[in-house]
């Protein structure tokens, strides 16, 4: 059995959000509830749900962008939560990011070529000529032509941004790429160009992703295994085909039904998951049992009272008492 390329157990991040009085405890707002998830070598998981659900919080705590208050990491057998300093310094160079928005992520006073070798020069990743063919190299590789390595951000459209982002994540031959909904803020003929892109790299390089997004046309189109979000927690993990086909957990359904990007066709049978009523929880005052209950069209007095555990159901882990058949 192939061992996982990235592995959580039982992450959790919390943060302190001010004290009730002046002696009074710190209030925490628990923002990952105990996950757990397995990216596979050269594979894609997708982390999707709402916004504010954790999805990012999830991935940057994994590689440790963002601090973690308990669980496990492992990164090809090495708990990242453990290292020190200097050894995770080490790892980062195997562990990069693309990142949501094209136009704050790139400094608007470096010219690109620089942007793109700086974490050859950060990492001292080979001698300093060879990082310039390799930044000549990496703007081939996304699209771009080595004449405009002299150029600013500005003077570049959303989607070169985006794939000078992309040049830059790939300059220290990472073996991990978390792209932080990398298309949302593109448009669609746009998104489709960058989403083939990702596909080919991962292909020519077998790259592994851990995706996050907010849509689920996107998710269908790039990932193989998909974890989706509620309030910190995954309610349900499983592979592409069967989450798309036969989505077990309530909440999904719904995310499927709502999703404009997908066509679901109403065949003979077909019957309307129900819509989500009500907003999300407070994550400082987490109701007693399913996180879900108050906005789930199949609650029943169980799940308000007891807190479902990610279980296997059929081919998907879903943490619902009453899983869809």
Not at 259 to 283: C, E, H, T
Request: glycine share 8%; aromatic share 6%.
């Amino acid at each position: 059995m192939t061992t996982p390329l990235l592995s959580a157990r039982k992450l959790e991040v919390s943060f302190e959000i001010g004290r009730k009085g002046i002696f009074g405890k710190p209030r925490l707002l628990r923002a990952v509830r105990g996950v757990d998830f397995d990216l596979m070598p050269g594979r894609t998981l997708g982390l999707v749900g709402e916004s504010g659900s954790g999805k990012t919080t999830t991935a940057m705590a994994a590689i440790r962008l963002a601090p973690s208050t308990g669980g496990s990491v492992s990164f090809e057998g090495t708990d990242l939560m453990t290292l020190p300093a200097e050894a995770m310094r080490a790892q980062r160079k195997h562990l990069q990011v693309i990142f949501q928005d094209p136009y704050s992520s790139l400094n608007p006073r470096e010219r690109v070529g620089a942007i793109v070798r700086e974490p050859l020069d950060l990492m001292n990743v080979g001698d300093p000529a060879g990082r310039d063919a390799r930044v000549r190299e990496l703007f081939g590789l996304v699209g771009l032509r080595p004449d405009q390595m002299s150029l600013f951000p500005h003077q570049f459209s959303g989607g070169q941004r985006q794939r000078i982002s992309i040049a830059r994540a790939l300059a220290t031959n990472p073996r991990l790429i978390v792209c932080d909904e990398p298309v949302s803020a593109l448009d669609v003929a746009i998104q489709a160009q960058i989403l083939n892109l990702l596909r080919r790299l991962q292909d020519e390089f077998g790259l592994s992703y851990l995706f996050i997004s907010h849509d689920l046309g996107v998710v269908q189109f790039i990932c193989d295994d998909i974890a989706v979000m509620y309030l910190g927690e995954i309610v349900e993990y499983a592979d592409r085909p069967t989450l798309f086909s036969k989505p077990r957990h309530p909440y999904t359904a719904v995310l499927l039904e709502a999703a404009p990007s997908l066509l679901r066709r109403k065949s003979a049978g077909y019957r309307r998951a129900g819509m989500v009523k009500g907003d999300l929880p407070s994550p400082m005052n987490l109701p007693t049992g399913c996180a879900f209950a108050s906005r789930c069209p199949k609650a029943q007095e169980r799940c308000r009272a007891e807190a479902p555990i990610l279980r296997d159901v059929g081919d998907s882990r879903v943490a619902c008492h009453f899983p869809l058949d």
